[in-house]
T-cell receptor
């Protein structure tokens, strides 16, 4: 059974600081996704990572994938308050009908 | 439509009643998923439709849950004889082709069973 674990689950940081969220998964996968969820809102797609060594960046967020280590990271650079949200990683296996298996989510709070 | 649309956005129902949740996927998307998001359980897969293939129902938690997709478009998730543990946000997602693009999620239906 595919398991996805994120850490930390809660992260409180100051504006301007850097931090990394980690996502480990238990079996080989086809794709890895990062989603953002604001309170009371739905999930917004941030990144799709397809292959080993993939790195994608958007603004202050950068995601990477190491399929050998079964690890993805979401790095936050010089955090700003607008980044406060819950971040989910999700892993997809086509042999499981391309369903997404989600991590528990990391609740990020960026304080002024 | 421009995005995945779900209705109602909120639903309060009495224990034991049946409820129907609706999902209207992005036009042209052939794959449709239902997920449930609840405290303590995170995001759980419920059911998956792909084109005209038989749906993957392996995530449905009990036989009180069922779903259908009519005409390859709109989907309805039905929960019979609702229980308090069914309280959650039910999210629908669609993709253009299986496994080829990220899933786009609707706003969800917040179900509260009292």
């Amino acid at each position: 059974e595919l398991k996805v674990e994120q850490n930390p689950l809660f992260l409180s940081m100051q504006e301007g600081k850097n931090y990394t969220i980690y996502c480990n998964y238990s079996t080989t996968s086809d794709r890895l996704y990062w989603y953002r969820q604001d309170p009371g809102k739905s999930l917004e797609s941030l990144f799709v990572l397809l292959s080993n060594g993939a790195v994608k960046q958007e603004g202050r967020l950068m995601a990477s994938l190491d399929t050998k280590a079964r690890l993805s990271t979401l790095h936050i650079t010089a955090a700003v308050h607008d980044l406060s949200a819950t971040y989910f990683c999700a892993v997809e296996k086509e042999t499981s009908g391309s369903r997404l298996t989600f991590g528990e989510g990391t609740q990020l709070t960026v304080n002024p | 439509g421009a995005g995945v649309s779900q209705s109602p956005s909120n639903k309060v129902t009495e224990k034991g009643k049946d409820v129907e949740l609706r999902c209207d996927p992005i036009s042209g998307h052939t794959a449709l998923y239902w997920y449930r998001q609840s405290l303590g359980q995170g995001l759980e897969f419920l059911i998956y439709f792909q084109g005209n293939s038989a749906p993957d129902k392996s995530g449905l938690p009990s036989d009180r849950f069922s779903a259908e997709r009519t005409g390859g478009s709109v989907s309805t998730l039905t929960i019979q004889r609702t229980q308090q543990e069914d309280s959650a946000v039910y999210l629908c997602a669609s993709t253009f082709r299986r496994g080829r693009t990220e899933a786009f999620f609707g706003q969800g239906t917040r179900l509260t069973v009292v």
